[in-house]
Structures are given as C-alpha cells and as structure tokens.
C-alpha cells in the first residue's frame, strides 16, 4: 500500500510511504527513507515498490496528490498499479516527463482508479509500449484520467504503441481501455491519442474532451475497437482518425467535433473492413461528420450502418480528391442512417469513390443538397442509391436538390437511382446534370417518388443511355420529367400528376422511347364510327400523333369497297383526321363509316 502525508498544506503529499501488507511494515520511503529510499520522493518510492514484485503483484495507491518527478515504469509482468478512485489518486507531473507511467514491454498489467495529471507540462501522460524486438499482451487500464492542459506541449497524452512496427505481425496486442477520462487543451497542435502497429485494442465508454488534435484511433493497427465512447470539443483537425483493419466503432457520441476519418495510409496500409455503427454525430456546423478516403492506396469494405447526423457540415464525405488523396475508396455501404439540419449535403460520393451502396436513409432538411454524387473521376462507379427517404418541411425549403449528379469533367456512369422518396426540394428532386458534352453513360431511375418540389421532378442533362421507369412525379411546380440534350432515352410506366408546366418535356433528345406512362399518353387506340371524308378522331395523346394505323370496319358502302387513310397533314395534338374514299376515288360525304385506330406518340 502506497499513502501519504502533506506536511506543508499545499495539496500534495511531501513524505510517501509503502507498506508490505505481507510483513505489515513500511518498505520504503516513510520519515526514515525505510528501504533507502527517500520518502519525500513519491516517484521512488512507487518505482521501488514495482521493482519488488519481481513475481508481479499489487500495488495500492490510496488517495492523495503524489508529485512525481521520474518516469513510474513497470518492470515486470503481472504488475497491478490500482489507485482508491479517480480524482482521488492523483500522480502529478513535477518535471515535465515524457511519460508519467509506461509499461515498458510488460505483459499482464492492470492500471486503474487514478488520475495522471500532466500539469500542464508532460510531454506524454501513459505509455502502453512494446519496444523492438519485444512482446507485451493483456493489458487493462480501467477508471484512469489522463489530463494535461497545455497549449505548448509536444507528444502524446496516451499511447498504445508497438515500435515493432510491423503492421502484418503486430506484437503488442489484447489491450482494454474502459470507463477512462483523457481531457487536454484544444489548442496543442499535436497527436495526443494513438493506436499504432497494434492488435486487439478496445475503448470502452471512455471520453475524449479537448483533445488537441486527434484521436489517431487506429493507425496501422488490426482489430480496435470503439464503444461508447464520448468525443467532445475537438476541432483541430479530426476526433477520431482510423488507418487499418477491421475497426468498429460502435455507440459512440460525437459533439462539436471534425469528425471521424477513414483513410489509407499508404499502399502497404490500406483502411479495410470497417464499421461505424449506432453513434451520433452533432453540433459541428463547420465540419464533416464523416470524412473517408483511400489517401494514397484505397479504403475499401466501410459500413457505415444506423447513425444520426444533426447539425454537420456534410454526414459522409466519401471519395478523396484530386490534390493527393487519389487513393480508392470502394464497396462502401451507408445504410439505416437519419440525417437531419445539415449545413450543406447529408451524403457525398466524391472523385475515386466506387461501388458504393447509400441505402434506407432518412434524411431531412439539409441545407444544400441530400445525396451527392460528383465530379467522380473513376469508371465505372457502380453506386446504387436505393430507398431513401430525403424531405423539406421547412415553411420555406432550403434543400435545393434531393438526389444530385453531376459530372464537371470525366463522365458519371453505372448509377441505379431505385425506389428513392423525394418531397419539396427547393428547386429539383432528382437533377442529373453535366455541364459540358462528357455525358452520363448508363443511369438508370427507377420505382421513385418525386414530389411537391419547387423545380423539375426529374431532371437530366447531357446524358446518354438513361432509363426512367416506373416513377411517380407528383404536384412539382415545374414539369414531372424534363430532360436536355441527350440520347438514348427510355421512359416506361411512370406515372404524372398536377405536375404545374406538364408532365415531360424534351429539348435536344434524340433516340428516345416513351411508353406506358400514366398522365402521359403516348399510345391510343379505340373505335370511332360516323364519319365521313375529313372527319376527326379524339385521340388523347400527349401531342400529335407520329404514327397512325386505321381499319375500316365498313367492307363496302353502296355496294362499293370502301378506303380509309390517316390524313396526317391535318392531324394535330387533339385529333387525327381521316381521309375516306370510294375505291374509285370518290369521297364518302355521308357520315356513316366505322372504323378502328391506334396512334402513337413519340417526340
């Protein structure tokens, strides 16, 4: 048992003593520098005792402020260091160590119900190492607050690192962090927390507050592990940056922070397999909630599944960009997610994102833009945007487009937009859009509703080889379907309603189908009888007819073979008009011929 007296009433014990619950007798330290150790040296006396359990063993640090003034270092395996609570066992830095306590390569050391406070002038507070050509496991620090507040120091506030470095056979591994506070200054401009080369890591319900830089929560590491943790305050650059394999991160709270980052380091250290699911991201108007790309090799295999995203920036920025991070990011899933008052998009795909899947998300009210996908340099992308659920209730909506493509340079291609619902939208639901002659290549719209929106429902430019089936566009104040200076079009089985300037309207399209859409008739057929030569069919297109085929019902008239012909000269939007004749030529002017039509649409 280590403990304590202040003798001087400053708040910080100045004779420390250890007493041997086996003998019963102060070891070391004490009025008497029992053990020769100097009992008014707190950092002696706890060393003296660890250097004792060669065998491993406890040690217990009942409450009090310690000064330490040389690094604490556990020398053997099995080494237990438990203080009497945090905020109650404190272990100050008097001398500005680098660290207060490192474990040095040991295996089986438990670290709990203490404070270690930097006092503003640590260079690092904890040290989990493993040194080169060592090995070190199991190893827990639970109930431990690592503090520093500092604007000026250099180094870390708690590390877990393996300086192996070997990322394929990591050595330091099986590590937990539970219930533990690590607070600092916002301001240091340093790395403060890392996991690196390590395996096995686990945080959990820890908190991160003023961290000053970044949690670098993962940095070419394997199975790590964040649950419940709480990241406030950290602005710097990212909360939480993640650069390996086969991390989750699970339940945690992110306030007025940049965000968590998923990047690949390098070729050799891709960010692979990961998962960010139930946490919650907000208050951070000015930064991206989620920010994923390959850097310089390629972060593949990302889920990220259930979360809430309120008042960000962006939720997901998902892609690299062209100025050195032109690394891969691939196969990532964003699904079950609720977004709600973001200050630009709520989903970006970006630049070498591919074969992404944005799936089952709410989202609502963002500020710009709902799903994103733009100026996306790899083909073919692959995305599929299926079952979104994206809305304005604002009185005045702010949301300007609900799903938006957009291609500046190289072609967007290969992107299903299934079975999404899009309402009022300040300007267009669904807009896909280039604004040079590089077109979107194969972009299928399919199963979506499109409604009440302050522009177009749905919107194409400049693009080729686009299918639009089976959507509904409902109550938009512009048209249901407008699309410009593109080929290859097909329009099947939608469905138009109260759209304000019609259902479709085409400028510039060639080789475009329409059919078998709802509130857009463009074919007909029917029976009319009464007629005579120059008389008119009501046909009920959606203008005028480009192809129509008459039968006459009527075998003869007089005893004389009739003959009917569609008079397409006079034919217009309303009506088809008919010649009918004699077969010797003469006009029939008696309203008394029969006969069947069909007539078709097509712009």
Not at 99 to 114: A, F, L, Y
Not at 165 to 194: G, M, Q
Not at 246 to 268: M, P, Q, W
Not at 384 to 390: A, C, K, M, R, S
Request: aromatic content about 10%; glycine content about 10%; overall charge negative.
């Amino acid at each position: 048992i280590i403990f304590g007296k202040d003798t001087d009433g400053d708040g910080t014990y100045d004779i420390v003593y250890a007493k041997n619950c086996t003998s019963g007798q102060i070891q070391y330290g004490g009025d008497w520098d029992a053990g020769g150790i100097d009992g008014s040296n707190a950092s002696a006396v706890i060393q003296a005792t660890i250097d004792a359990l060669t065998s491993g063993g406890t040690i217990f640090i009942r409450g009090g402020v310690y000064g330490i003034t040389q690094i604490i270092g556990i020398s053997h395996d099995g080494i237990s260091l438990i203080g009497e609570g945090m905020d109650v066992t404190v272990l100050r830095d008097m001398s500005g160590l680098s660290p207060i306590i490192g474990t040095n390569s040991k295996s089986h050391v438990r670290i709990e119900d203490m404070t270690l406070d930097g006092n503003a002038i640590s260079t690092a507070v904890l040290d989990i190492a493993c040194a080169e050509g060592q090995e070190a496991e199991d190893i827990i620090i639970r109930r431990v607050k690592c503090k520093n507040d500092s604007p000026d120091t250099n180094g870390f506030l708690f590390a877990i690192w393996d300086r192996n470095s070997d990322y394929a056979n990591p050595k330091l591994k099986h590590v937990w962090v539970e219930d533990c506070i690590f607070e600092d200054s916002p301001s240091t401009n340093i790395d403060r927390i890392a996991v690196s080369y390590s395996k096995d890591v686990t945080f959990k319900n820890c908190v991160f507050r003023n961290i000053a830089r970044v949690v670098y929560g993962c940095f070419r590491s394997h199975d790590v592990t964040f649950e419940n943790c709480r990241f406030e305050n950290i602005t710097n650059v990212y909360s939480l940056a993640i650069a390996g394999e086969r991390v989750k991160v699970t339940k945690c709270f992110f306030y007025n922070c940049r965000g968590l980052r998923i990047e690949a380091v390098s070729s050799d250290y891709p960010a692979t397999d990961i998962l960010i699911e139930g946490c919650t991201f907000r208050d951070a108007p000015d930064w991206y909630a989620i920010d994923i790309n390959g850097r310089t090799s390629s972060a593949e295999n990302i889920r990220i599944i259930g979360n809430y995203f309120i008042n960000v920036k962006v939720g997901i920025f998902c892609g690299g960009n062209p100025s050195g991070e032109t690394g891969t990011t691939r196969g990532v899933v964003i699904e079950g997610n609720v977004f709600e008052n973001n200050t630009e998009a709520s989903i970006v795909l970006y630049c070498y994102a591919e074969k992404c899947t944005v799936k089952g998300n709410i989202i609502k009210n963002s500020n710009s833009v709902g799903i994103s996908v733009k100026n996306c340099i790899t083909t073919p992308l692959n995305h599929v945007i299926e079952g979104n659920i994206i809305w304005d209730d604002r009185a005045t909506p702010n949301m300007e487009y609900g799903i938006y493509l957009y291609a500046s340079a190289d072609p967007l291609s290969y992107v299903k937009i299934l079975n999404n619902y899009v309402k009022n939208s300040a300007s267009t639901g669904i807009f896909v859009y280039q604004c040079s002659s590089n077109g979107k290549e194969d972009i299928d719209i399919i199963g979506n509703t499109v409604e009440g929106c302050g522009g177009h429902g749905i919107h194409v430019d400049y693009a080729t080889r686009v299918k639009i089936y089976a959507n509904s566009m409902l109550n938009n104040t512009c048209y249901g379907l407008n699309i410009r200076y593109s080929s290859n079009i097909d329009i099947r089985n939608n469905y138009f309603s109260n759209n304000t300037d019609g259902a479709i309207a085409l400028t510039s399209v060639t080789d475009c189908i329409i059919k078998a859409n709802r509130g857009y008739v463009t074919e007909n057929s029917g029976t009319a009888t009464g007629l005579s030569d120059g008389s008119f069919i009501s046909h009920g297109l959606a203008g005028t007819p480009t192809t129509v085929t008459l039968t006459c019902l009527n075998s003869t008239y007089d005893g004389v073979p009739v003959i009917v012909s569609w008079d397409r000269a006079n034919t217009n939007s309303t009506h088809i008009a008919v010649n009918i004749y004699w077969a010797n030529g003469t006009a029939i002017t008696n309203p008394v011929i029969a006969v069947s039509w069909r007539a078709e649409y097509q712009p």
